[in-house]
């Protein structure tokens, strides 16, 4: 599904970041202000970005992982001018997000996931003509261009259907050709691939993949470990509107390269006893996941499968299947960095900032 | 540094960038009909669009005729100009509103597109509309209800007909903006075809109406082009409405100003404040 975009016929002046990165953020803060109650309102501060700072290079693939909540779509929504930051400054290409909104809007795509944010009552091809005319692509450029996009999000001979019949991997792809109308340098794709099945997730990575070999820059979101492993240059782990780590895949891993994942299998595990593994000195995180039957345990020790009959042990009369040690994978390295940072200051600040 | 609402996209002069205002303001404002009126298929668009102003012509010119002593031709010319701003009113109302309903806003915001034009263009579509179904209505009332309209007033009739639709749409346009924060557009909507059909002298004459309602209908749309088609159906000449049309674009286009200012203040707000699902 790669293929070269046609390039606009009056392209904007490049603008080579004088500090040699397509985005920078330093130090953005936002902060969100609600009120709660119907006669005695009471204001609140919720903190979504709390000082985040990061540089992408042009062409690099960098991906924002976290949880929900974590600060990914609010970081986004300033860096594409959406949102104002509360403080801290951010450049896309070189321009301000906050003071130059027209300049950086004609360099950036910004693709959302899920269903909505499409005129459904029209066809593809309507939505795709109605943004190439927003984005002032020149009439002469734009059934090329748009007639490759199609191809490249394989939507070819669908275009002329209503998108009210589109599935929701097909709704994506047409988000994605709708934000490389203008040919963008800088592309915002923020969990481009959620509720997507696993073949369209797939053609959708391909997609990404084909973005950053044609030379853009890629900012992507998303909560799949393994997604970001596959596609990212780099990676930004945030959590509660910090990032707490950032480096290459490998980089992450390695933070918990000493530690051993024993994976147990469960049938009806308890709290406590989950509790009781969370308590022990030798663990350093306890994940759960829940199965048809069953719950899969994740525990991260560094004394390696050795400490596997003592958190049996905890685990008391819990009914246990299969047990399994192995090396850790970047999701291990998420669920560790997100288990040891950023709760209780989040909680913490939330609960401060109630006024 | 404190979050600051600052000037979105402002319009600049430069040939390309006029072009593709133009672009924007025509083939955009086009395509927005199909794009967001929920009306603008058969099954709706004709029981809402023809059939409802069908009866309303009938229902008013037999009711007025049987309560009064005016002709049915009196009820037909106000109700078959009425009908309009149904189509401008809802039309206008969904084609700004549901861009917050379709998720499709923060797109468009995302967008570098001049804010004038992309704003100025969703009034082609409904502008059209309307003339379309009030020349329908005029038909009904030309054929069912005795109205004639001489072929030399044709003009003048035309062009008080064309700015009160406008001005219509631009009461619906300011509707819509406030239904992108407030939510019910289309309640809204509402009461503004009621007003209008209750304030403006479609089927009472103004001048028999309070006086308080005389000034909310003076501020309203619609009155003053009303005005104008009917003394025009009765062989004025746009030298004797030329002021009556006049006035009715002007307060259309204080409306569509108004409309727009709201607009602009939203988006700004919206940066700010994480309103309008931007957040």
């Known amino acids: ?355 | 540094m404190t979050a600051t609402a600052l000037p979105v996209a402002a319009p600049r002069a430069d040939p390309a960038s006029l072009r593709a205002a133009w672009r924007v303001f025509w083939n955009g404002g086009r395509m927005s009909y199909g794009m967001l009126f929920n009306w603008a298929r058969p099954s709706i668009y004709i029981p809402t669009l023809i059939g409802g102003p069908t009866f309303q012509l009938l229902f008013f010119a037999a009711l007025g005729s049987y309560a009064t002593d005016r002709s049915p031709a009196y009820f037909a010319i106000g109700n078959a100009v009425q009908v309009s701003a149904l189509a401008g009113v809802f039309g206008m109302t969904m084609a700004i509103a549901n861009e917050r309903w379709f998720g499709t806003l923060p797109a468009i915001l995302a967008t570098p597109a001049n804010r004038v034009a992309l704003f100025a263009g969703r009034f082609l579509p409904f502008v059209a509309n309307g003339l379309f179904v009030s020349l329908y209505a005029f038909g009904v009332g030309v054929v069912f209800l005795g109205v004639r309209l001489e072929p030399s007033s044709l003009a003048v009739v035309g062009a008080a007909l064309l700015a009160t639709v406008f001005s219509c749409t631009a009461i619906g346009a300011l509707q819509g903006a406030i239904s992108l924060r407030l939510r019910d557009g289309l309640f809204g909507a509402n009461l503004i075809t009621m007003a209008i059909l209750l304030f403006c002298g479609v089927n009472i004459p103004l001048a028999e109406l309070p006086a308080w309602m005389q000034v909310v209908g003076n501020l309203l749309p619609f009155t003053h082009g009303l005005e104008a088609v009917r003394q025009a159906a009765d062989g004025a000449g746009f030298g004797q409405v030329g002021g009556l049309i006049g006035i009715e674009v002007l307060i259309g286009v204080a409306y569509a100003t108004a409309a727009f200012f709201l607009f602009s203040y939203l988006e700004r707000s919206a940066r700010q404040n994480a309103t309008l699902d931007v957040r």
């Open chain 1, 1 to 355: 599904m790669t293929t070269t975009l046609p390039r606009p016929a009056m392209p904007s002046a490049p603008v080579a970041p004088a500090d040699g990165h397509a985005i920078e953020a330093v130090d953005l803060v936002r902060t969100y202000h609600t009120h709660l109650g119907v006669l005695r309102r009471r204001k609140i501060e919720v903190p979504a970005v709390r000082g985040i700072s990061f540089a992408v290079r042009p062409g690099e693939l960098f991906g924002l992982l976290g949880p929900n909540g974590a600060g990914k779509t609010t970081t986004i929504k300033m860096l594409i001018t959406l949102l104002l930051p509360t403080s801290g400054t951010a450049r896309v290409m070189g321009y301000d997000v906050v003071r130059d909104t027209t300049e950086v809007r004609k360099r950036i795509g910004y693709v959302f996931g899920g269903d909505r944010g499409l005129y459904d009552r029209v066809s593809a091809l309507d939505n795709l003509r109605y943004f190439a005319e927003l984005y002032g692509v020149d009439p002469d450029v734009q059934r090329t261009r748009i007639g490759a996009l199609l191809e490249m999000v394989g939507l070819t001979g669908r275009e002329k259907e209503k998108v009210e019949g589109y599935s929701r991997g097909m709704r994506q792809r047409l988000h994605i050709a709708r934000g490389l109308l203008h040919d963008p340098e800088v592309v915002f794709l923020d969990e481009p691939s959620i509720g997507l099945d696993p073949v369209g997730a797939r053609e959708l990575r391909q997609t990404v993949q084909s973005l950053v070999d044609a030379g853009k820059t890629v900012l992507l979101t998303t909560h799949y470990m393994f997604e970001a492993d596959a596609l990212c240059d780099r990676i930004a782990v945030i959590n509660a509107g910090r990032i707490v780590a950032l480096g290459t895949g490998s980089d992450l891993k390695g933070a918990i390269a000493n530690r051993t994942i024993v994976e147990i299998e469960t049938f009806g595990v308890t709290d406590e006893a989950v509790g009781r593994l969370r308590a022990d000195p030798e663990v350093g995180a306890v994940n759960t996941e829940e199965r048809d039957q069953s719950q899969i345990l994740l525990v991260q020790s560094e004394r390696g499968a050795h400490i596997t009959q003592r958190l049996l042990g905890l685990l008391g009369e819990t009914r246990i299947g299969k047990v399994v040690a192995r090396e850790p994978t970047l999701e291990d390295a998420y669920v560790h960095l997100i288990a040891t940072t950023g709760d209780d200051e989040a909680r913490a600040a939330r609960a401060a900032s109630v006024q």
